[in-house]
């Protein structure tokens, strides 16, 4: 306990006097600093060169003694906290190791301060333990702010870089290897790794990210590319397709490409897995690949040569009522969809023989009989072409079939 005699004045001034006494051998506190901090696993690799280390030891100590002995400390101090954790965020020190040796300050300080105490200073020394450690703590907190400030700095950075390299990489389908190389670094992949790459339109892309996300959880590297109307996922994948891919981007309507066998196949499967969500959009919420969107995206490459089609496949479906024309295309699409005219007539709430009259209707209308698989794709094509124009250029789709009563 302190003197109950001594004024509150004469301890201040004689802890001021004690802080000079630790300030005067500001080479003993550098050097017991730098020893400590380099015990610290990243600084004993050498990310912070000496010279940096030497400087920064020398301005911290001038910083906190300032502000413990009540001075008014140098403007080129006060900003010194935040400038070091940029520093350190910019040369890679892992934020636990710029912690571990800030702590090192509150040590070498309290060490340096009892080393010079007096005997009759030890009441002083309790007194002020906690404003020792409030000033470094202070300080301590300044840095790792300045630390997570240069971290979202460096990260927008990051995936700006990122961003513009895989850009690159998109722009053609054949891609040169420099621009390969460049892009397996952004991305962190090996430029022969099998790439998971799938295209959400609009709206779906927020629910492409969700799944991005699930993915990187699973500690696999994950883009997303905004690219023109699309967002493209691109994420390492391994093991089997199919099943695994739709449980992966459940929830997504989005086209999936061929999963790409390097990075040199990334644009051409982006470009498919675009066309795939543009053909797509609109419908199930699911992911669609070339299997099974196959018919909008045939349509859809059929460009104005779909309307000659729909003019020589279907005009006889035009003589007839609209009531009778929905009842035929959806017998059709029906039948094709499953091959059995039982199945049809049950899903149709119809007859057997009612299905098997409307197909030969069809037949005398059109020419194709759709029980024959040549002219059934002929046929189905044509319908996908011409709900292209009813439904959008966007939105062309499998034919959503409702249930149609018989008469």
Known sequence: MHNPAESSAERARRWRELVERVRDDADALRAAFLRRVRAVPSYARGLVPDERLEVDADDTFAYLLGRLAGRTVPERLCELGP????DRARRGVPLDDLLTAVRQDFQV??????????????????????????????YSTRIRRGYQEEEAVLARERQGERTALVAALLAVDDPA?????????????DADDDVLVAAAAGGDAVALRRAADRLAADGRPVHVQPAGRHSVLLARWEGPEGAPVRAALEGVRCGVGPTAHGLGEVPRSARLAGELAEVTAGGPVEPRTLASAWLPLAAARLGDVGADLVAAELGGLDGVTPAERERLVATVLRYVATGSVADTAASSFCHRNTVLNRLRRVTALTGRDVTVPADAAVLVLALTCRDRPARGPRECQRWAIADVECP
Do not use: M, N, S, Y
């Open 109 to 138: 300080l309290w060490e340096a301060l009892r080393a010079r105490a007096a005997l009759d200073e030890a009441a002083l020394l309790v007194d002020r333990v906690q404003t020792v450690w409030a000033v470094v703590e202070e």
């Open 83 to 86: 400038a070091i954790g940029r």
């Open 177 to 189: 290897p420099e621009d390969v190389a460049r892009a397996a670094i952004a991305l962190e992949l």
